[in-house]
C-alpha cells in the first residue's frame, strides 16, 4: 500500500477508509491532497485491493475546507477552470464511478469542495456540530465541484439556491431536516457510528450495492422505460451473482447471509 503525506488510507476486512489528514489547515484542498486523494482513490478501485465499502472523514477540526486558497497566488489571469478540469473532476469522476457504497462521516465545516465531495457519498453521517457551507459566493466565485448538479437533486432547487447565492452556514440538524445526510449522531459517536454502517456496507452484496448506485445515478437521466429497461440490466448481474445465491439460501435456511462481494 502506498504511503501519503496529505491522507491516510487504511484497507481492512473489506473497508477502505480514508482520512483528510491536513488537521493544520482544517483539511483544505491543496494540490498534493488533490493528487493523493485522487491516487488512493485509485488504489481502491483496482481489483485486487480488497474494498468492497469506503468512508472518507477528515483528521482534526474539520472534514474538509474546501480549496486552498493560499496555494496558487491571486491573479485576474489565473484559470481556475482549467484548475477544476485538471484536479477536481478526475477525483469526483472516479469516485463516482466507484463499484461499491461510498459513506462520508462529516466532522466540523464542510465547504466549498470539500462539501462536494461529502455530499457525493451514497450515505452521509454527520456530528452534531458539523455544517455546510456553499462558500464560493463569498470570494465571488460560483459554485463547483459538482455542487450545481448535487445539491439541487439532493435538498430541492429552492434551498439549493438561496445556499449559493447567501453563502450561509447550514447546521447539521438542519441538513437532515432537508434530506441533505442519512443521520446526525453526537459528536463523539461520529467515528462509532460510520464505521459500524460503512462495516455494516463492506459485509454486503457489492455487486448488488454498485448496481444500486449506478440505477439511482442514471435514473436522473432516464425515462421511465429507459429506467426500467436498466433495472432489467443490472438484476441480470446481481442474480447471476454467489452472493445472491447465498442470500435467498440463508433466507430458505432462515440465517444470515454471509456475502463474500461476488
Known amino acids: 500500500m502506498a504511503d501519503f503525506e496529505t491522507l491516510v488510507l487504511d484497507i481492512t476486512d473489506g473497508l477502505a477508509t480514508i482520512r483528510l489528514n491536513r488537521p493544520e489547515r482544517l483539511n483544505a484542498l491543496s494540490d498534493a491532497l488533490k493528487s493523493e486523494l485522487l491516487a488512493a482513490i485509485r488504489q481502491i478501485a483496482k481489483p485486487g485491493s480488497g474494498a468492497r ?24 489571469d489565473r484559470d481556475m477552470g482549467a484548475n477544476l478540469i485538471a484536479t477536481y473532476h478526475p477525483i469526483l469522476l472516479e469516485l463516482a464511478a466507484l463499484e461499491m457504497p461510498v459513506i462520508s462521516a ?43 448538479f448535487l445539491l439541487p437533486r439532493l435538498v430541492g432547487t429552492a434551498r439549493a439556491r438561496a445556499m449559493m447565492m447567501l453563502g450561509e452556514r447550514l447546521p447539521a440538524d438542519k441538513a437532515l431536516d432537508w434530506g441533505l445526510v442519512y443521520d446526525v449522531v453526537d459528536d463523539d459517536k461520529l467515528m462509532e457510528t460510520a464505521m459500524a454502517l460503512a462495516q455494516r456496507l463492506a459485509n454486503g452484496p457489492t455487486l448488488a450495492l454498485s448496481g444500486i448506485r449506478k440505477l439511482i445515478a442514471d435514473s436522473h ?16 448481474k446481481a442474480g447471476r451473482s454467489a452472493d445472491c445465491i447465498e442470500g435467498v439460501m440463508a433466507f430458505l435456511e432462515k440465517r444470515d447471509a454471509r456475502f463474500k462481494g461476488a
Open 53 to 76: 465499502a469506503l468512508l472518507i472523514t477528515g483528521e482534526g477540526r474539520a472534514f474538509c475546507s474546501g480549496a486552498d486558497l493560499a496555494e496558487g497566488g491571486i491573479s485576474a
Open 106 to 148: 462529516v466532522n466540523g465545516v464542510a465547504a466549498g469542495a470539500g462539501m462536494s465531495i461529502a455530499i457525493s457519498a451514497d450515505i452521509v453521517i454527520a456530528a452534531r456540530s458539523a455544517y455546510f457551507l456553499q462558500a464560493f459566493v463569498n470570494i465571488g466565485l460560483v459554485p463547483d465541484a459538482g455542487s450545481t
Open 221 to 236: 437521466d432516464n425515462s421511465y422505460s429507459e429506467q426500467l429497461t436498466l433495472e432489467a440490466m443490472e438484476q441480470r
